[in-house]
Each structure stands twice: as structure tokens, then as C-alpha cells.
């Protein structure tokens, strides 16, 4: 499966976007009234400058204190992004994850981000070709 198909399948592909100036309190209660996992980093939604996930979030809590929710986004981001193009494989997808040790990535088509897919997402769509492949061998083992 492509990740076209993924984004074409979710309910919305908006992608949760911040300014780099947002208060990284403010990403939080973002995070969980959204119920996910991150932010891009955008000024304008249309690039992807830097991400912030839960854990960047998390970590620096435990580094230093409450007094991080006062700070900028752009302060914790991770600046060096790795992305996919709609005509990406799941497959690949999940190596960038594994490899990289991260559960987002920013889908990106001529500079321009069109989507965010997560590993669930991932998941799921390879749980269904799963599924999907299982009745077809079923159905030629059972001869319809
Ligand atoms: P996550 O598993 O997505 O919550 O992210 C774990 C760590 O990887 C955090 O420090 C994120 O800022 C970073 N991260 C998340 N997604 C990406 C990505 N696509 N490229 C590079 N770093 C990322």
C-alpha cells in the first residue's frame, strides 16, 4: 500500500501545525484535546520546519522543570526532519520509523507537506492488506 491510500483513507489529512513562537503549555493542552502524539512545526502549514512530540515534551520536563512549558516550540523542535511522498510504501515508511526510532512522518510533494502519518496509521493499513490477503488465499485454497 502507498501512502496516498493512507491519507486518502483517514478521516481528515489536516495536519496539526504550530508557530515556532506557540508556548510549548499551549502544545500540550494541543496534544491532549487532539488526542496525538505531535505538532509540526509550521508558519504557515505549508512546510514542515521542525517537529514536537510528546516525548521532546517529556524529556525536557524531566531535564529541567515546568519552567520549559513557558518557552517556545522552536526551543525543543527537532529541526532535522525526515519526510515521505505520497508515493511512498508502507514499508518504507516503517523502516524510517524503525531506523529513526520515531512514530511521525510529515508526507511532503514538491516542498509542500499534504499530510502526517503515524505509525498507527501504518499499522493499520498493513493489518487490512493482511486481511485482505488472507481471504484471497482462502478463497483460491477453497476454490472460489
Ligand atoms: P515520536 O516517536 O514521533 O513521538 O518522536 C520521538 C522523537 O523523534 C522526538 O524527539 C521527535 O521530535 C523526533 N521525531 C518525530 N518524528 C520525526 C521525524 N519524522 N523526523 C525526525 N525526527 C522525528
Known amino acids: ?48 520546519d521542525g517537529i514536537l ?36 510504501s508502507t514499508e518504507d515508511v516503517l523502516h524510517l520509523m524503525t531506523d529513526g526510532r520515531f512514530r511521525h512522518v510529515p508526507v511532503i510533494e514538491n516542498g509542500v507537506m499534504v499530510g502526517l502519518i503515524s505509525i498507527g496509521d501504518v499499522v493499520k493499513a498493513q493489518l487490512s492488506q493482511l486481511a485482505m490477503e488472507k481471504d484471497a488465499l482462502e478463497g483460491m485454497i477453497m476454490g472460489h
Open 53 to 88: 512530540s510528546e516525548r521532546d515534551i517529556v524529556r525536557e520536563l524531566a531535564k529541567s522543570g515546568g519552567g520549559c512549558l513557558d518557552r517556545s516550540v522552536g526551543d525543543y523542535m527537532t529541526r532535522k526532519l525526515v519526510t515521505c511522498t505520497p508515493q511512498s
Open 1 to 48: 500500500m502507498l501512502v496516498h491510500q493512507i491519507l486518502k483513507s483517514k478521516p481528515s489529512s489536516g495536519v496539526q501545525s504550530v508557530p515556532a513562537s506557540t508556548k510549548v503549555a499551549e502544545v500540550a493542552r494541543l496534544l491532549a484535546k487532539n488526542r496525538i502524539g505531535t505538532v509540526v512545526v509550521s508558519e504557515e502549514g505549508k512546510t514542515a
